[in-house]
């Protein structure tokens, strides 16, 4: 797509769709619990097991530790969905089960949801950047920086940095203040609350089985899983043809459905990470629970072929760095570079 506004390309309007697509938000209370289950108790096992495989061979453990760190990332999914008001009807149901994973996930809930509120409401919007996004500059903004802020936007735009440093500094550490919002208590309270929790129980876990055997498998589990996630929403808004565009030519609906990515992995992938790979649907309508998304590709295949891409055609994004507002693309250094030279 080359343009956000939906009603100047070949594109239908979003808007179109949400009457259809508010007929999938209820979700079902027994499936939610059952969802919850089946992802937090084997979750739980596997600690164990990776526990126990320490007396064995650290290997074996740190072997364990990759399908825990998929049924983590499942789990903030889940805690993802009740930040949307989507797992559970009851209000109370979806902020308590919230607050009881980001002990969990590291992430204090109410700080998320309110961080991940505003990136909803913005996503897309040049003019909005900022609230829960991977920065990304235009073309001319990069070309006006200093050469020391050229340096480090690129290293900060390196798969290194955004998938490796990054995850792990943000989920270990950058969480535990409430950054962005330092000025309510509300968010200090998550953030302190998550933190005191997180250290309670830590704490009983190191009591009795150490601190050394503790760190070998929290840290693997937590840095894979965090991985993870930065790549799942890396890649679900930075590919080319993504929408970006000023408020006066920017539209919320338009920019959710176009602006996001169709990413249709293998099934099993698709269960571990709950489905958020229909993520234009879910950017479109924030309120529908995961495991109903299928059914609305089902039901709707025309949806599915919207901005739809693949496992192996999704690491080429990665090269993808800047915004170029001429063509309306994202495109690498060395694309901006043959625009530019001069000025790289």
């Not at 996630?229 to 565009?245: K, M, N, P, R």
């Not at 072929?305 to 309306?328: H, Y």
């Amino acid at each position: 797509m080359s343009h956000v506004n939906a009603s100047e390309s070949s594109e239908t309007p979003a808007r179109n769709w949400l009457k259809t697509l508010a007929k999938y938000r209820e979700p079902s209370q027994m499936r939610s619990i059952v969802e919850l289950l089946i992802t937090g108790i084997p979750f739980l096992l596997l600690w164990v097991a990776a526990w126990w495989a320490l007396s064995i061979s650290y290997w074996l453990s740190l072997a364990i530790c990759i399908p825990a760190a998929g049924f983590l990332v499942r789990l903030f999914l889940i805690q993802h969905d009740c930040g949307h008001g989507a797992f559970f009807a009851n209000r109370a149901a979806n902020n308590w089960v919230g607050r009881v994973l980001g002990i969990v996930t590291f992430t204090p809930y109410e700080v998320w949801k309110k961080d991940h509120a505003l990136h909803h409401a913005s996503s897309g919007n040049l003019d909005k950047r900022g609230f829960g996004d991977i920065k990304t500059l235009t073309v001319n903004e990069y070309m006006n920086l200093s050469r020391l802020q050229k340096l480090l936007y690129r290293m900060y735009r390196h798969p290194l940095v955004l998938f490796g440093v990054g995850p792990a500094y943000v989920y270990l550490l950058r969480n535990r203040l409430p950054l962005g919002f330092m000025n309510s208590s509300k968010y200090w309270l998550s953030a302190m609350g998550t933190n005191l929790a997180t250290a309670a129980i830590g704490g009983v876990i190191v009591f009795y089985g150490g601190l050394l055997p503790f760190l070998l498998i929290l840290l693997p589990i937590t840095v894979m899983a965090a991985s993870i996630g930065v790549w799942l929403f890396y890649v679900q808004h930075q590919f080319e043809d993504t929408v970006w565009a000023e408020t006066d030519e920017w539209d919320l609906h338009d920019a959710a459905l176009y602006g996001s990515t169709h990413y249709d992995l293998p099934m099993i992938l698709q269960w571990f990470s709950a489905n958020i790979g229909i993520h234009h649907v879910h950017h479109l309508y924030s309120k529908i629970p995961y495991y109903r998304l299928p059914q609305v590709l089902k039901d709707y295949p025309e949806l599915a072929s919207i901005k739809r891409m693949t496992l192996m055609e999704s690491f080429s994004t990665v090269k993808l760095r800047l915004w170029d507002e001429g063509q309306k693309k994202l495109i690498s250094f060395q694309a901006a570079y043959a625009l530019q030279p001069q000025k790289i």
